[in-house]
């Protein structure tokens, strides 16, 4: 399986922005890039996906770098409630390969 | 907003014991997913299911387990015969395969003794 690399952990105070970076480098031309964030004893919830272009929507923004090896969602003012761990991950519609994730914590 | 619900939300069985773990994807949705996470672990891919048979499965997903979606609504895992190591959280996915991405469910935590 082609990996996904992203930090262990990262930090960041309420309101500001904050960008969680994912290395793909060996995804293939067709796998789409899809985060997830999941919380303590929840499943994975969507956040974003996208394949070639930048993506924005109401919870978040995707840019894509233009070789598509790498990629960062962007939280635009972090809150409490973003405190979760953030998934890379690439796929198609057969399946979705997951990595281990980042931690994001929020402070007050 | 559309849900996958799954049940029950905790089970126990015995190691050896057969069980069956049932998941209700969104209506509309055309593929559906099995992955388990262990405590502490990453989330893993057990199988994907499309037009009525299994298009992708992982290596964990070996003869003791099954998948059916038996009466067009429900989406069901069976384990024939459990061991210690399939105690995990076990989540079903579903996707349109188009504008958005899987919505997952809140998972079933099974628990083998």
Redesign the interface.
């Given at each position: 399986d082609a990996k996904t690399t992203q930090p262990n952990s990262m930090e960041s105070n309420e309101e500001e922005p904050v960008h969680l970076p994912c290395n793909h480098s060996t995804i293939s031309g067709t796998d789409y890039i899809h985060w997830y964030r999941q919380l303590p004893s929840q499943g994975p919830e969507y956040v974003i996906h996208g394949l070639t272009s930048n993506v924005n929507n109401r919870m978040a923004s995707l840019a894509i770098a233009e070789d598509r090896k790498s990629s960062t969602l962007i939280l635009h003012r972090a809150t409490l409630r973003d405190a979760a761990v953030y998934y890379c991950t690439r796929g198609s519609n057969y399946k979705l390969t997951f990595g281990k994730g980042t931690l994001l914590t929020v402070n007050p | 907003e559309p849900e996958?619900t799954q049940t029950p939300s905790h089970q126990v069985t015995q190691m050896g014991q057969e069980v069956i773990l049932r998941c209700v994807p969104i209506s509309n949705h055309l593929?559906f997913?099995w992955?388990r996470q262990i405590l502490g672990q990453?989330?893993?891919?057990l199988v994907?299911f499309?037009n009525n048979e299994i298009?992708?499965k992982s290596e964990i997903f070996d003869d003791q387990f099954s998948v059916e979606r038996p009466d067009g609504s429900n989406f069901t895992l069976k384990i024939r015969s459990t061991k210690l190591e399939d105690s995990a959280m076990y989540?079903c996915?579903s996707?349109t395969?188009s504008l958005?991405?899987?919505?997952?469910?809140?998972?079933t935590r099974l628990t083998v003794v």
């Amino acid at each position: 399986d082609a990996k996904t690399t992203q930090p262990n952990s990262m930090e960041s105070n309420e309101e500001e922005p904050v960008h969680l970076p994912c290395n793909h480098s060996t995804i293939s031309g067709t796998d789409y890039i899809h985060w997830y964030r999941q919380l303590p004893s929840q499943g994975p919830e969507y956040v974003i996906h996208g394949l070639t272009s930048n993506v924005n929507n109401r919870m978040a923004s995707l840019a894509i770098a233009e070789d598509r090896k790498s990629s960062t969602l962007i939280l635009h003012r972090a809150t409490l409630r973003d405190a979760a761990v953030y998934y890379c991950t690439r796929g198609s519609n057969y399946k979705l390969t997951f990595g281990k994730g980042t931690l994001l914590t929020v402070n007050p | 907003e559309p849900e996958v619900t799954q049940t029950p939300s905790h089970q126990v069985t015995q190691m050896g014991q057969e069980v069956i773990l049932r998941c209700v994807p969104i209506s509309n949705h055309l593929y559906f997913y099995w992955y388990r996470q262990i405590l502490g672990q990453k989330v893993e891919f057990l199988v994907s299911f499309y037009n009525n048979e299994i298009s992708e499965k992982s290596e964990i997903f070996d003869d003791q387990f099954s998948v059916e979606r038996p009466d067009g609504s429900n989406f069901t895992l069976k384990i024939r015969s459990t061991k210690l190591e399939d105690s995990a959280m076990y989540f079903c996915a579903s996707y349109t395969g188009s504008l958005s991405g899987y919505t997952f469910g809140s998972g079933t935590r099974l628990t083998v003794v």
